[in-house]
């Protein structure tokens, strides 16, 4: 479906800062050893009483208030999220209530670090068949409550925050041009996961803590990182009509480790000043990284009118996806 177009973004994140030094103090880890593996400085972190529905919400108003839209004109809400406020209800119907969009119906997705990618993937094949006019895609988390504080492998690279875009029907020939969604679910669990579920290892039987927590087998994710984002911004290039890398102006990739985008941009052969990254800010919020980088991205002006902006995100499942949009 063409003519779906962003009109509007925003972005959610605590207000606490945490660096890599603070880190320092919890592990066995250095400054240097992060920023050189990663290229994070520092990340936000949640205090007790915020949680995604409270980040999904600050960036649904932001993106609101830039597209001048009202709350009752959104029909629909997907908050893409592996760390919802709650199992039930959604985080996205705590969203509509949160924000007041009592028109829109509401569903949470969860596609781990491509969560965002597929959202707008999914709203833009309901508009406008579904009723569906205006909707409001968010990638928010709190990852940090699912982060095991006593492992440097893991605790060093994931943070919290999100963003939000509100995506209308126009008509026209700018908005979503493309998408493209792979999932591998032969990937073995371990490479990226959190263990305990409900339907199968419920976590509430024991100490939750510890072991409520992200795993990850760190090579093998940073190797799948580097072949999907590639792909993703490839794949979703295939399926315009007839663009090629030559005509992207700006690549938004999934902010897990500068070391995987430069890596990308090697294998794309693309500059790599057209990759939006603020991962040294914001570390990884998983779904939130791809709507935290448009909205910097989109406000400071970067992206212009007529742009055309590639989207890629990887992560758990195993899943990656990109999509091209004309500014
Ligand atoms: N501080 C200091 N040392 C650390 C550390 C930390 N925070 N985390 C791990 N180490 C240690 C390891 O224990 C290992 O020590 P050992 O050799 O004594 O066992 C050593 O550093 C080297 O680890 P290695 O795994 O070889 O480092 P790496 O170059 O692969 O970098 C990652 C590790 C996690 C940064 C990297 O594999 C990565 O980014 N993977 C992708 C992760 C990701 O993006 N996940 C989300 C995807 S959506």
């Keep these: 479906m063409k003519g779906n177009r962003i009109i509007g973004t925003g972005m959610g994140v605590p207000s606490r800062i945490v660096t890599n030094d603070d880190l320092s103090k919890i592990v ?29 919400a600050w960036a649904a108003i932001e ?95 994931f943070a919290d925050g999100g963003g939000a875009a509100i995506l209308r029907h126009e008509g026209g020939d700018n908005g979503i041009l493309s998408s493209y969604m792979k999932s591998d679910g032969s990937a073995p669990p371990p490479w990226l996961a959190v263990t305990p579920g409900v339907s199968d290892l419920s976590p509430l039987g024991d100490k939750v803590s510890k072991d409520f927590a992200i795993t990850m087998e760190g090579k093998e994710v940073f190797k799948f990182g580097v072949r999907a984002l590639p792909d993703a911004v490839k794949g979703a290039l295939n399926n315009t009509d007839g663009l090629t890398l030559a005509d992207v102006d700006w690549i938004i990739p999934h902010q897990a480790n500068l070391r995987i985008i430069d890596a990308a941009a090697k294998a794309l052969d693309i500059p790599r000043e057209k990759f939006i990254v603020n991962l040294e800010k914001y570390g990884n919020t998983s779904a939130g990284t791809i709507p935290i980088a448009l909205d910097e991205a989109h406000r400071d002006g970067r992206i212009k009118k007529g742009d055309i902006v590639a989207l890629a995100g990887f992560g758990a499942g195993l899943t990656w996806g990109g999509m091209i949009l004309r500014w």
């Excluded at 880890?29 to 972190?45: K, N, Q, Y």
Aim: hydrophobic letters at 45%; glycine letters at 6%; charged letters at 25%.
């Design 63 to 157: 993106a609101m208030k830039m597209a001048d839209v009202q709350p009752e004109e959104i029909d629909l809400i997907i908050v893409a999220t592996l760390s919802p406020d709650r199992l039930l209800p959604s985080t996205a119907c705590l969203v509509q209530g949160k924000i007041g969009a009592k028109n829109a119906f509401c569903f949470d997705l969860e596609a781990a670090c491509s969560g965002f990618v597929y959202g707008l993937a999914v709203a833009n094949g309901m508009m406008p068949d579904q009723g569906v006019r205006t909707a409001l895609v968010i990638g928010a988390e709190t990852l940090s409550r699912v982060l095991d504080w006593t492992d440097r492998n893991t605790c060093v690279l």
């Design 28 to 56: 066995d880890t250095t400054d240097e050893w992060i920023v050189s593996r990663t290229g994070i400085r520092e990340r936000r972190i949640a205090a007790d009483n915020e949680a995604t529905s409270d980040f999904s």
